[in-house]
Every structure is written in structure tokens, then in C-alpha cells.
């Protein structure tokens, strides 16, 4: 009997952090999707405060460019595709989503990883600058 609710416990755990690590995927994968294809709004949307602030840079550097070479990296990033490559489940309230992030007309992908950490009081989740990691 006590093994059946040991095992049952830990199914319960389990499940719990399991949730919460899709719950993490799948911030860091509608970030991917914002941040590479240059919808650096709806990305920095999803950010810690430092990171939020990276990104509004990068957006700030896009816009910046000559109108032909704005309308060519555009072109680009909105056919962007992000495949999620691995999860790492560091801590509860600290995860890192591996990704292949491919371009038109690459052949090699390129590969980055998001880590994205939980605020436990307000049960948040946030794509966060790596050193920012808990």
C-alpha cells in the first residue's frame, strides 16, 4: 500500500513539473517564432526586463537599415521555421529550450537555446537573458 501511493505521489509530481516545463516550451517557442521572423514587439513582450530591452535594440537596429536591406531581412525572417531541438528542466522555475532555427535558402540551421525562468509569486514565466538563469 505505501509503495502504490509513493509511486501515485510521484506521478502527481511528476505531472505537475511536467506542466509547467510545457508551459515554458512553449513561451520560448512563441518567442523564437516573434524574435527570428522580426516581430521584436510581440517577443520583448515575453522577456525578463534586461532581455526586453536587448530586444527593443535589435528592432531599433532592423528599422534603422537602408529600406532595401530592411525589406530583404524581413523578407527573410518571416520565412523563418524554429524547431525545438531539446528541453532542459535545470530547476522547477528554470528551463532551457534548444532550438534549430533555419532561414530560406540555408541549408545548415542555426542553432541557439532560450532559457526561461518561472517568477514563483506571480507563477509568470519569462524568456530571460542567459546570465539571468536561477
Known amino acids: 500500500m505505501t509503495a502504490a ?8 509530481l511528476s505531472g505537475c513539473s511536467s506542466g509547467k516545463v510545457q508551459d515554458a516550451r ?13 516581430d521584436y514587439q510581440a517577443a520583448a513582450a515575453m522577456c525578463s526586463a534586461e532581455l526586453r530591452q536587448m530586444v527593443i535594440e535589435s528592432g531599433d537596429i532592423v528599422d534603422s ?44 540551421p542555426m542553432r541557439t537555446s532560450l532559457t526561461v525562468v518561472r517568477n514563483p509569486e506571480t507563477d509568470e514565466w519569462k524568456v530571460v537573458y542567459a546570465q539571468e538563469r536561477q
Not at 509511486?7 to 502527481?12: D, E, L, N, S
Not at 536591406?69 to 522547477?92: C, N
Open 5 to 12: 501511493l509513493l509511486t501515485a505521489g510521484a506521478a502527481v
Open 26 to 38: 512553449a513561451l520560448a517557442e512563441n518567442f523564437a517564432k516573434a524574435y527570428y521572423s522580426a
Open 65 to 108: 537599415l537602408p529600406d532595401a536591406a530592411k525589406a530583404e531581412f524581413l523578407e527573410l525572417s518571416h520565412g523563418m521555421q524554429a524547431y525545438t531541438d531539446g528541453v532542459h528542466e535545470w530547476t522547477k522555475d528554470s528551463v532551457t529550450v534548444d532550438f534549430d532555427i533555419i532561414y530560406p535558402g540555408e541549408i545548415e
